[in-house]
């Protein structure tokens, strides 16, 4: 399994990451192999294309694709995790058969549209709202920093349907929008730091009209499946962070070895490079052993929430952390964005706030502690 | 049904092994690996089971480590694979590995086509297409880089010294092909998991009634370690640059 993802790395990822990165275009022909390659169906049942497979698996795939291009795995994240996860909790047997199934072979690329521009993560504050009319709902308002807008075929949306139980979060509900449907609107490309080729971007729905069985689960009951589909994403997180921080540590130990200073390698003559490199191998390290403890309570049905979410934040930490000291020990090379390096420190930037800013996620653990959710064992 | 058998070589990976400063080759850290030409031949066995709807198998001669290699070769497609594995294997010399191969197609039901790569990555004799069309008495194309199949005529093209040969050979033949034409693609996660619920069959030396004995014995191996001059051409324009770079060689013996 590894060994597939390694090929596909080194044939096909590698010899365009730094274009990817370069123009911010969305990857399509790499995503579109992801799919045929059985990427984008890992943990999905085998009766809807998926292989059926667990989330270890799954990471050692993300961590691998993370070492040459992080932005391939937000796409894939976004699309089989987000997207992928809702469809197979939620979805009706028909749903399933019609969408899922071309999820998982990238026929369909999926977007998952959440954050909303009042209240960020907050729904209960988001304007945007849904209203039955006779056998079709009508949808107004905005969705802001989705991924994969523009390319995608189908949007997995959040939208008020009545007022918001601030506790139980009951009152939104998930619909399943294609992308031709009237009244949507796909905003530009935003410019970000990192994560070129995202497409990610603002979409916005002026009385759109979706039928009543675009409906995506129980009306207005949406939020405990999105709890999880969303903690298998901050589990992915993990991997990804350790996939960006071992490609950066491996750069800057090369990098060390074949750089002579004072007649010798860089690696030799400075103490300082030598205990940065160490420093940085002992986070790697650490950070493995988190991800894949965790991965293996999530296989064994035994996942806290919250260290779902420690994964992404350490996982962000981890990898900003060793791809700041890799551009250091490039020094001024590091800067230039032909080395390759400075790219997984923009990345990893963004992967600490995409999808749920490590404040965010720490405000959540913080209420849990504070509430006795999540005891020391 | 007609069966095509694609045969690989189960071999270290060259990334792994290491030259030593006395010039002998460390391979105690090396993985193995199906040869990558191989690969091409698996390829070649599916893309010519695609035109005919023929059964296709893979067949290898190693050391007991090559079961290994099985996973991987019919992860590339193959429906079923048959192996030999014999610590024989390690000392076996282009002979011994033939008869090996074709005493074992001998015993695979409606083999009307065997499929091998020009050469192996570690050795590349380019012997056991041959060898195994020879001992089996069917014909061999070699250098194949191209096959249209109608009934039981092949007619394929061969990649040769400066000129693309077009030949005609019907079944039941022996086609050796070179890696142009035939790129292995990479194996998805459905091919990889299905492989490990294909069938196997272990042959065994004895029950294929061959002598393991090799004719030729290897005496040592000496790692090539490249000397470089680190002479660098900085002088004049371009073309000044290659006609010194081109009497360089020519002094160096390198051309004539």
């Known amino acids: 399994m590894v060994n597939t993802a390694k090929k596909f790395v080194e044939k096909e990822v590698a010899p365009v990451a730094l274009q990817v990165d370069e123009t911010g275009e969305f990857p399509g022909q790499l995503f579109k192999r992801a799919g045929e390659l059985g990427f984008l169906g890992i943990t999905m049942p085998e009766q809807y294309g998926g292989l059926g497979l667990d989330f270890t698996t799954a990471a050692l795939i993300y961590e691998e694709i993370a070492k040459s291009l992080p932005v391939l795995t937000v796409n894939m994240g976004a699309h089989a995790e987000l997207a992928g996860g809702l469809l197979n909790m939620l979805g009706t047997p028909e749903q399933k058969e019609k969408y899922l199934t071309k999820l998982c072979s990238g026929e369909y690329i999926f977007a998952c549209g959440s954050t909303g521009p009042e209240g960020g993560d907050n729904h209960v504050e988001h304007a945007a709202n849904a209203v039955l009319d006779g056998d079709e709902y009508v949808i107004n308002g905005n969705k802001v920093l989705v991924s994969n807008i523009g390319v995608a075929d189908v949007y997995i949306i959040f939208i008020k349907t009545s007022e918001v139980d601030p506790i139980t979060r009951d009152g939104i509900s998930a619909f399943i929008v294609d992308k031709n449907t009237s009244g949507l609107t796909i905003g530009s490309y935003e410019r970000k730091l990192g994560w070129h080729g995202s497409a990610t971007g603002t979409i916005s729905f002026s009385d759109m009209r979706i039928p009543k069985d675009h409906l995506l689960g129980p009306e207005g009951k949406c939020m405990q499946a999105t709890a999880v589909s969303c903690t298998n994403e901050f589990l992915i997180c993990g991997p990804v962070g350790l996939g960006m921080a071992e490609a950066a540590y491996q750069m800057a130990f090369d990098y060390s070895m074949s750089r002579i200073q004072h007649g010798v390698p860089m690696y030799d003559r400075f103490q300082v490079t030598k205990f940065k490199l160490v420093k940085m191998r002992t986070m790697i390290e650490e950070l493995r052993a988190f991800v894949y403890g965790t991965l293996a309570d999530k296989d064994a049905g035994n996942l806290e929430l919250c260290e779902g979410r420690m994964l992404k934040i350490r996982g962000a930490e981890v990898a900003e952390e060793v791809a700041r000291e890799a551009i250091q020990i490039y020094g001024g090379v590091g800067c230039i964005d032909e080395t390759g390096v400075e790219r997984f420190w923009r990345d990893a930037k963004v992967l600490a706030i995409g999808g749920a800013s490590i404040e965010a996620l720490q405000d959540f653990i913080g209420t849990m502690m504070r509430y006795g959710k999540y005891p020391l064992a | ?256």
Not at chain 2, 39 to 60: C, N, R, W
Not at chain 2, 210 to 228: E, H, M, T, Y
Not at chain 2, 229 to 254: C, H, P, Y
Request: overall charge negative; some cysteine.
């Open chain 2, 1 to 256: 049904m007609a069966t095509i058998v694609a045969c690989y070589k189960w071999v270290l990976d060259e990334e792994d092994l290491v030259i030593n400063p006395d010039r002998s080759i460390d391979v105690s850290h090396a993985r193995g690996k199906i040869s990558e030409f191989d690969k091409s031949a698996i390829e070649a066995t599916m893309q010519v089971a695609a035109q005919t709807g023929d059964a296709t198998a893979t067949l290898t001669f190693g050391t007991p480590d090559v079961r290994k290699s099985l996973k991987d070769a019919l992860s590339r497609g193959p429906a079923t694979g048959y192996w030999v594995g014999d610590a024989a294997a390690c000392d076996a010399d282009a002979l011994v590995t033939s008869q090996v191969l074709a005493s074992a197609i001998r015993t695979i039901d409606g083999t009307s086509l065997v499929i091998c790569a020009e050469g192996a990555s570690d050795t590349y004799a380019r012997q056991i297409a041959p060898r195994v069309g020879a001992l089996l008495d069917w014909p061999t194309v070699t250098s194949v880089i191209e096959m249209k199949v109608e009934g039981d005529s092949i007619t394929a093209t061969r990649k040769l010294d400066g000129c693309l040969e077009t030949v005609t050979v019907n079944r039941p033949c022996v086609i050796a092909v070179l890696p142009a034409g035939y790129e292995p693609p990479i194996p998805g996660l459905k091919a990889v998991l299905s492989a490990g619920k294909k069938p196997l069959h272990e042959l065994g030396i004895a029950e294929l009634g061959c002598d393991p004995a090799p004719a030729a014995k290897v005496l040592s191996s000496q790692g090539f370690i490249a000397n470089r001059r680190n002479v660098i051409f900085v002088d004049g324009d371009a073309s000044d640059k290659v006609t010194s770079l081109v009497s360089a060689l020519k002094k160096e013996g390198m051309l004539s």
